[in-house]
């Protein structure tokens, strides 16, 4: 967790972290037995391609969207603004083994899973032509995890499209905010062109686990592809 700067530009200031100390603590967290995990959120930066907040379609899936995700880095992380970063699960500085075995476990465990928790993707820094952040951010950002709780309840008002869910137009709650019509359709869309580098580049970051990748992430990207494929020639 942590506070952002942003920039109101294309130039961006580095970022600054914290850790700000646990507002509440629950006598569950300390349960033996567990407790239950209903979802999963991952998060990228990218200032476009990535939507504002999507729902895989399933465990393989979501463990697809978490092995591909990347960000675009910023000052604080390189040196270098906006060039983009494959961090599978943001695990890479963490992970003490083969991160091919690592998705592989994933896949694994969702099969011992009766009720699989569902899988999410947040981007909170898409921006407009203008450079602009479309989404305030902040504490703003309880209302895609309000969305992201009525899916996992089985509500939340969803459109499909190749990558997976995306809120539709009146799923979010946006009242007290403005974000207009154009920025919200604009936080939305999956354009396919963008997807076409996006694909590309997944493919070329995939292929250097070689043999020890997972058939089943192999699978899901060439899913993507044909389905990305179904809405151009559609």
Same mark, same amino acid.
């Given at each position: 967790?942590?506070?952002?700067?942003?920039?109101?530009?294309?130039?961006?200031?580095?970022?600054?972290?914290?850790?700000?100390?646990?507002?509440?603590?629950?006598?569950?967290?300390?349960?033996?037995?567990?407790?239950?995990?209903?979802?999963?959120?991952?998060?990228?930066?990218?200032?476009?391609?990535?939507?504002?907040?999507?729902?895989?379609?399933?465990?393989?899936?979501?463990?697809?969207?978490?092995?591909?995700?990347?960000?675009?880095?910023?000052?604080?992380?390189?040196?270098?603004?906006?060039?983009?970063?494959?961090?599978?699960?943001?695990?890479?500085?963490?992970?003490?083994?083969? %991160?091919? =075995?690592?998705?592989?476990?994933?896949?694994?465990? /969702? +099969?011992?899973? $009766?009720?699989?928790?569902?899988?999410? #993707?947040?981007?909170?820094?898409?921006?407009?032509?203008?450079?602009?952040?479309?989404?305030?951010?902040?504490?703003?950002?309880?209302?895609?995890?309000?969305?992201?709780?009525?899916?996992?309840?089985?509500?939340?008002?969803?459109?499909?499209?190749?990558?997976?869910?995306?809120?539709?137009?009146?799923?979010?709650?946006?009242?007290?905010?403005?974000?207009?019509?154009?920025?919200?359709?604009?936080?939305?869309?999956?354009?396919?062109?963008?997807?076409?580098?996006? %694909?590309? =580049?997944?493919?070329?970051?995939?292929?250097?686990? /070689? +043999?020890?990748? $997972?058939?089943?992430?192999?699978?899901? #990207?060439?899913?993507?592809?044909?389905?990305?494929?179904?809405?151009?020639?559609?």
């Amino acid at each position: 967790m942590g506070s952002i700067q942003r920039a109101s530009g294309a130039s961006e200031r580095p970022i600054h972290r914290a850790s700000p100390a646990i507002a509440q603590h629950f006598a569950a967290v300390e349960a033996p037995e567990g407790v239950p995990i209903s979802a999963f959120i991952f998060g990228g930066r990218r200032a476009r391609v990535a939507p504002l907040v999507y729902e895989s379609f399933d465990w393989q899936h979501g463990v697809f969207v978490g092995a591909t995700m990347a960000s675009e880095t910023t000052a604080a992380a390189t040196g270098d603004v906006g060039v983009t970063r494959r961090d599978p699960m943001a695990m890479l500085p963490f992970c003490g083994y083969n %991160m091919a =075995d690592y998705f592989a476990h994933w896949l694994q465990m /969702g +099969k011992k899973i $009766p009720k699989p928790p569902k899988i999410f #993707h947040v981007n909170w820094f898409r921006k407009g032509a203008d450079g602009r952040f479309l989404w305030p951010g902040y504490g703003e950002n309880v209302r895609v995890l309000k969305w992201i709780l009525e899916r996992v309840e089985g509500r939340g008002a969803a459109q499909e499209t190749p990558i997976g869910y995306v809120p539709a137009k009146n799923g979010l709650t946006l009242d007290g905010i403005k974000v207009s019509d154009e920025a919200l359709n604009e936080l939305l869309r999956v354009n396919p062109e963008e997807w076409e580098a996006e %694909m590309e =580049d997944s493919k070329q970051f995939l292929s250097k686990f /070689g +043999k020890r990748l $997972p058939r089943q992430i192999s699978e899901e #990207h060439d899913k993507l592809a044909r389905r990305f494929q179904r809405v151009v020639t559609a």
